[in-house]
C-alpha cells in the first residue's frame, strides 16, 4: 500500500510507476528486480513532479496471499529379494496356463520350478545359490513359482513344502523333485549335472502329467482347449522313445 497524495496512483509489476492523475502524466519511476522483492518494501522513496517539488512517498509489504506448491518425487522401486540377480533364463512364472505352455515350448532343454514364498526363509536364503547356478548354466530354463501369488496352482500340482524343486525334460516330462535347502544344495547341484546334459529326441515336450492338467483345468486355471491339446501332446510322446545317435544314424529303442 503506498502513501500517496490523493492525486497520485502507483502502478507496475517488475517496475513501480507513480503517476499524477489529475494530469495524466507519469513524474518517477522505480525498477527493481524481482516483483516481490522486499528490497522496496518499507523504504521511503523521493520523486520530484512537473513543478520541481519532490514527492515523498513510502511503501509498505502488501498482503500477499500463501503460496502452496504441491508436487511427487519418483524414486526407483525397490527390488524384493526373489528379484535379485535374476539372469536372463530365469523367468517368473505369471499363470498356470504360462506354466503349462513354457514347459511344452522348452524342447528337450532342462527346465527347473522353483517353488518359494516371500516369507520363507529357507527361501530367501537359497536365492543367492540358485541364482549362481543359473548363471553358470545358462542353457537351463528356472521358472520360479510364487507360492503365496499362486496357491491353487500349488495344490494342484501337490507343493506342500517350500522351497520345493521340479525337473523337466523334453519327452520324459518330470525326472526329479525334491526339497533343498543351503545344506542340501548338492542334491540340487547333482540333479543338474545328470539332467542338464544336452540330448536329441523325436517326441515333443511331456510337460505336466495328464492328471494335473485335468486338477487345473478343473479349477479353471487353464483354458479346456488347452488341456486337450496338451493331454494329445502327451499321448503322442509315449509313442515315442529316447533317440540315440550313432554314427550318423537315429537308432529308436523299442
Not at 86 to 97: F, G, K, M, T, Y
Not at 173 to 186: D, Q, R
Request: charge should be positive; glycine fraction near 8%.
Amino acid at each position: 500500500m503506498s502513501c500517496l497524495p490523493a492525486a497520485f496512483s502507483v502502478s507496475g509489476s517488475s517496475s513501480l510507476i507513480v503517476s499524477n492523475r489529475e494530469k495524466g502524466s507519469s513524474i518517477g519511476g522505480l525498477q527493481f528486480r524481482n516483483p516481490n522483492s522486499k528490497e522496496i518494501w518499507g523504504n521511503t522513496r523521493d520523486f520530484p513532479d512537473q513543478r520541481g517539488f519532490v514527492t515523498n512517498w513510502s511503501n509498505k509489504a502488501p498482503n500477499l496471499d500463501p503460496v502452496y506448491a504441491q508436487g511427487t518425487s519418483s524414486f526407483p522401486k525397490a527390488k524384493k529379494w526373489w528379484e535379485k540377480s535374476l539372469q536372463p533364463n530365469v523367468i517368473e512364472i505369471e499363470s498356470a496356463q504360462e506354466l503349462v505352455e513354457g514347459l511344452r515350448n522348452a524342447g528337450d532343454g532342462l527346465v527347473v520350478l522353483n517353488f518359494f514364498s516371500p516369507g520363507c526363509g529357507g527361501c530367501k536364503a537359497l536365492h543367492p545359490k540358485i541364482c549362481q547356478l543359473a548363471e553358470s548354466n545358462p542353457n537351463t530354463i528356472f521358472l520360479p513359482v510364487n507360492y503365496e501369488e499362486h496357491k491353487p496352482m500349488c495344490y494342484a500340482l501337490h507343493v506342500h513344502v517350500l522351497p520345493f524343486f521340479r525337473f523337466y525334460t523334453g519327452a520324459d516330462g518330470k525326472v526329479c523333485s525334491f526339497s533343498c535347502t543351503n545344506a542340501t544344495i548338492k542334491k540340487f547341484k547333482d540333479a543338474l549335472a545328470k539332467y542338464g546334459k544336452e540330448r536329441c529326441s523325436l517326441a515333443p515336450a511331456k510337460g505336466l502329467e495328464e492328471k494335473e492338467l485335468v486338477a487345473l483345468a478343473s479349477m479353471d486355471l487353464i483354458s479346456k482347449d488347452l488341456e486337450v491339446r496338451e493331454m494329445a501332446g502327451a499321448a503322442k510322446s509315449t509313442s515315442f522313445s529316447k533317440v540315440e545317435l550313432k554314427e550318423g544314424t537315429a537308432m529308436v529303442a523299442a
